[in-house]
Nanobody, 126 residues
Framework: QVQLVESGGGLVQAGGSLRLSCAAS????????MGWFRQAPGKEREFVAA????????YYADSVKGRFTISRDNAMNTVYLQMNSLKPEDTAVYYC???????????????????WGQGTQVTVSS
C-alpha cells in the first residue's frame, strides 16, 4: 500500500511558477514509477509527467515539455513537479500517482497507476 498526499498548489499569475510536492508513505516508494496527472473541469484526467523508480527516465506531455520538470527524492519519499512559465490552460486539479515499475512502458496511461493522491488545485490567472 502507498498513500500519497499532494501539496503546493495555489493561485498564480500567468508566467509564474509553482512547485508541487507529493509525499508518499510506505517503505517501497523507491520501487514505484511516479506520475503527475491533471484534470480540468469538464475534461478527462490527462497525463502531465512521469519518472522512473530511479529517477533516470522521464516522460512529459507535449503541452508541458520545456516548462515543467518532474523529480524525485527516494530518501524523502517525495516526488516533485516544478512548473514554470505557467499558462491559464494549466489550470486544473493536479494528482500524483504511483505505478509498479513493471508498468513503466504504460506510464502515460491513467490505467497504469494503482495509487492516487487527493489532488491539489492549481489556478493560473491571465
Amino acid at each position: 500500500q502507498v498513500q500519497l498526499v499532494e501539496s503546493g498548489g495555489g493561485l498564480v499569475q500567468a508566467g509564474g511558477s509553482l512547485r508541487l510536492s507529493c509525499a508518499a508513505s510506505g517503505r517501497t516508494f523507491s520501487s514505484y514509477a511516479m506520475g503527475w496527472f491533471r484534470q480540468a473541469p469538464g475534461k478527462e484526467r490527462e497525463f502531465v509527467a512521469a519518472i522512473s523508480w530511479s529517477g533516470g527516465r522521464t516522460y512529459y506531455a507535449d503541452s508541458v515539455k520545456g516548462r515543467f520538470t518532474i523529480s524525485r527524492d527516494n530518501a524523502m519519499n517525495t516526488v516533485y513537479l516544478q512548473m514554470n512559465s505557467l499558462k491559464p490552460e494549466d489550470t486544473a486539479v493536479y494528482y500524483c500517482a504511483a505505478a509498479p515499475s513493471s508498468r513503466w512502458s504504460m506510464a502515460l496511461r491513467v490505467t497504469a497507476y494503482d495509487y492516487w493522491g487527493q489532488g491539489t488545485q492549481v489556478t493560473v490567472s491571465s
